[in-house]
């Protein structure tokens, strides 16, 4: 029998981009100077930049569909490619945990001789209330959204490369290193898991039952 994992339990505070800073970008109400507009409309069709988003040409849109799952974190990644981005659909909240980058340098280009895991000190939850979605730096540790309700639908703009990755994982610890993600399994690289508190959800918030997985 092994020994029981320790925890490591994050409370769950609100998005905002003061609290996302060195993390991302809340993508959400459009507060941000109007640079331009579609001349064909005039003033009803007003363009904004919200935030540097970084691609390259091999972008996609994913249509992702998340059901709630127990709050337990088992894998972190990071894209080095592009800034990968969340958009939820029909207003629906969750939660979302990052942990700032580890490989970045200051002029934000990779080092890859930088250490390979996300720090767990740094490591938060966030809700998001489904007006807004998030756009992560690129480096930033994360888990994919835990929603609050099943059958949560997400606009993901991802690089078809990063799809690719996540199908290259291997079979033991399904932990995957490719051009544009590394992925790592918490409990196998640091003995430990990490817990969503969702007693600690905004007050605000909409609780349900979470499942708990079961031991195959």
Not at 180 to 209: C, E, M, W, Y
Request: charged share 25%; hydrophobic share 40%.
């Amino acid at each position: 029998m092994t020994d029981t994992p320790r925890t490591i339990t994050l409370r769950v505070e609100r998005a905002t981009p003061a609290a996302l800073e060195g993390y991302g970008y809340v993508i959400g109400r459009p507060d941000t100077e109007v640079w331009g507009r579609i001349d064909y409309y005039g003033n009803d069709v007003q363009v904004r930049t919200p935030v540097k988003f970084i691609s390259n040409d091999d972008m996609t849109l994913n249509l992702v569909t998340f059901n709630r799952r127990e709050p337990l974190i088992r894998w972190m990644e990071y894209h080095s490619k592009h800034t990968q981005t969340f958009i939820p659909l029909a207003g629906k909240p969750f939660i979302m945990v990052l942990g700032k980058p580890t490989r970045r340098r200051p002029d934000q280009s990779m080092d890859e001789s930088f250490p390979d895991l996300p720090d767990l000190e740094n490591v938060r939850a966030f809700y998001f209330d489904g007006s807004c979605g998030v756009c992560m730096h690129v480096g930033t540790w994360h888990e994919v959204p835990f929603p609050i309700q099943d059958q949560t639908h997400f606009v993901a703009i991802v690089t078809n490369e990063t799809n690719r990755n996540l199908e290259e994982h291997d079979k033991a610890f399904f932990e995957a290193n490719g051009g544009d993600l590394l992925k790592r399994n918490l409990l196998h690289r640091f003995g430990a898991q990490v817990r969503i508190d969702l007693a600690t959800l905004p007050a605000a918030a909409p609780v349900s039952p979470v499942p708990v997985a079961v031991p195959a």
